[in-house]
């Protein structure tokens, strides 16, 4: 592949989509590695387009499509998913190649309408089960509500035996490696991970629906192409394994402890928790808001069995950073937690009560009192820290078997 050329990816698909070397925030997701917006091109009668590409990068991807074909040459586009990293410049192409047609689900059809004001003649709704033929290939459709989107679908090209699936099976990482044994298994785990973690997880119960209904269909996948990231060919089983499991959000025997601190004393407190779960067998994540972003914690919380939050009180609420992630981690609805509370405070102590109500809010039960402590912890507090992790931990080994 050289400067804005197309990647073949088998005989009828080349991949011509974009690398977003210096994206690091993604409606608040740290996407610290960037990422890709993939589109893809099926040459076959009818020369499709299956997806495009974030609006400043029209001309990058139009000029991979041009290494390979007139852009004028193509005849269908289809969107699978509406967000605007996929559709941004959906507009300018179509105006610039004038496709016979256009598809997308019904909700996409409506999405499209309602973020570009298309006519409604423009788009043509189709449905999972529905497919359209391409000439010696077909491209068939499976709607998957909610993942991420209403309007999310992905399609399957039966020729090629390639599945588009949009969102589904990214990950954000910007690479020259198109392929996913190109990439170091652990970079690969670790943003997959947590592209679930930040996108998926309040889906999660759909995503378990979808891995039935694509193990009923029996697709025999060679490629599978999501529109993030590395398209999966030689492990296409295992990101299919790690969805599924991902998506239960099994007990485990690991703990998270998220705090802040304002003169050093819930950060003791939360070394005193650690301590406790430690010695319980518990491996233990320690999170201080500081110096860790949102969307990490939302990945660490992903395989966890324990959620345990510190905040001092300052002005009668929860440190900011605390009600940040807070707030993010309510969205995505962590399922299969156990909590534990605690602070310290001058001359109120509102910041326990209120992580307490979210907590609530987010259906995970607490293991035990809050702590909530006077200025500087003494030696006692310490301990009554340490029985906290050592009563959580407890909790786990009972709710987790190993
Ligand atoms: Fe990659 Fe939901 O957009």
Partial sequence: ?????????????????????????????????????????VVDDKVTLIDTVKKPFKGEMLARVASVIDPAQIDYIVSNHSE??????????INQVKPEKVFASSMGKKALEAHFHFDEQLITPVRTGESIALGSSNLAFVETRMLHWPDSMVSYLDSEKVMFSQDGFGMHLATTERYDDQIDPYVLKQEAEKYFANILL??????????KKLDELGLDIDLLC?????????????????WKEWALQK?????VVIYDTMWGSTAKMAEAICDGLVEKGISV????????????????????????????????????????ILTYLKGLKPKNLVGGVFGSYGWSGEA????????ADMKIPLTGDSLNINYVPRDE??????????????????????
């Avoid at 605007?84 to 192409?93: N, Y």
């Avoid at 007990?251 to 703990?255: L, N, P, Q, V």
């Avoid at 326990?352 to 907590?359: G, L, M, P, R």
């Fill in 202 to 211: 309040p889906f999660s119960p759909m995503v378990t629906g979808l891995m």
């Fill in 1 to 41: 592949m050289g400067p804005c050329t197309a990647e073949k990816l088998t005989d009828k698909v080349y991949w011509v989509g974009a690398i977003d070397w210096s994206v690091r925030d993604f409606h608040g997701y740290s996407t610290s590695r960037g990422s890709t917006y993939n589109a893809f091109l």
């Fill in 381 to 402: 507090d310490l301990r009554k820290a340490r029985e906290m992790g050592l009563t959580i931990g407890m909790d786990l080994c009972e709710r987790c078997p190993e």
């Fill in 285 to 324: 994540k320690v999170m201080p808001l500081a110096s860790s972003h949102r969307s990490d914690v939302a990945t660490a919380v992903l395989d966890s069995g324990a959620l345990i939050a510190g905040s001092p009180t300052i002005n009668g609420q929860m440190f900011p950073r605390m009600a940040d």
């Fill in 251 to 255: 007990c485990s025997r690991k703990a």
């Fill in 84 to 93: 605007m990293d996929h559709t941004g410049c959906l507009p300018e192409v």
């Fill in 226 to 242: 999501p529109d993030h990231g590395p398209i999966w060919r030689s492990n296409v089983a295992g990101i299919l394994e790690n």
């Fill in 352 to 359: 326990v009560k209120h992580i307490e109500q979210y907590f």
